[in-house]
T-cell receptor, first 112, second 115 residues
Framework: QKEVEQDPGPLSVPEGAIVSLNCTYS??????FMWYRQYSRKGPELLMYTYSSGNKEDGRFTAQVDKSSKYISLFIRDSQPSDSATYLC????????????FGTGTRLTIIP | SAVISQKPSRDICQRGTSLTIQCQVDSQVTMMFWYRQQPGQSLTLIATANQGSEATYESGFVIDKFPISRPNLTFSTLTVSNMSPEDSSIYLC????????????FGPGTRLTVL
């Protein structure tokens, strides 16, 4: 069993829709949770960073963590074609310089 | 945020040869990380490289196959040795960003194809 499971998609939604991306994990010791966005032929860029259960909002993006269920989500409101990318969840045991454990990534396409 | 460059951006290599990938950062960083991103697989940490010490390898990765150098605080190399088609992958370096969360920033990656 993989430590982090993520539906690889691909996922296609019309522009303006709400997108929900999810990851589950098996190691309850993970404390820090990240969402990275990766455009084609680019390196991943950090989108959201959370470290507690609950919701964290940043513009059109909301990250949700449920440690009791070992489940994290990223919601994108009013999706735009520029949101088309692969979204990777990642998590770590400790803060800072630390091994990141990634999901496989979900490829998202926003259709104009 | 740190600006990271990698060379080469892509390469096609023959089985049995070796390729050295360079990672250059625009600021001094203590730790650099090397990841592999195989098709359909998650990004997987190969090793952590501290300046002035031996790299620390993750389970399943060995120094003979992936030797790493870290000569100074802005540069590192990863060599993929005695390559086979299974080594075809994207190789990425990342560094501590020094941001609020001390998050990792990634380079653009090196796309390697082994024939």
């Amino acid at each position: 069993q993989k430590e982090v499971e993520q539906d690889p998609g691909p996922l296609s939604v019309p522009e303006g829709a709400i997108v929900s991306l999810n990851c589950t994990y098996s190691n309850s010791a993970f404390q820090y949770f990240m969402w990275y966005r990766q455009y084609s032929r680019k390196g991943p860029e950090l989108l959201m960073y959370t470290y507690s259960s609950g919701n964290k909002e940043d513009g059109r993006f909301t990250a949700q963590v449920d440690k009791s269920s070992k489940y994290i989500s990223l919601f994108i409101r009013d999706s735009q074609p520029s949101d088309s990318a692969t979204y990777l969840c990642a998590m770590s045991l400790n803060f800072g310089n630390e091994k990141l454990t990634f999901g496989t990534g979900t490829r998202l396409t926003i259709i104009p | 945020s740190a600006v990271i460059s990698q060379k080469p951006s892509r390469d096609i290599c023959q089985r049995g040869t070796s390729l050295t990938i360079q990672c250059q950062v625009d600021s001094q960083v203590t730790m650099m990380f090397w990841y592999r991103q195989q098709p359909g697989q998650s990004l997987t940490l190969i090793a952590t490289a501290n300046q002035g010490s031996e790299a620390t390898y993750e389970s399943g990765f060995v120094i003979d196959k992936f030797p790493i150098s870290r000569p100074n605080l802005t540069f590192s190399t990863l060599t993929v040795s005695n390559m086979s088609p299974e080594d075809s992958s994207i190789y990425l370096c990342s560094v501590e960003g020094g941001g609020f969360y001390n998050e990792q920033f990634f380079g653009p990656g090196t796309r390697l194809t082994v024939l």
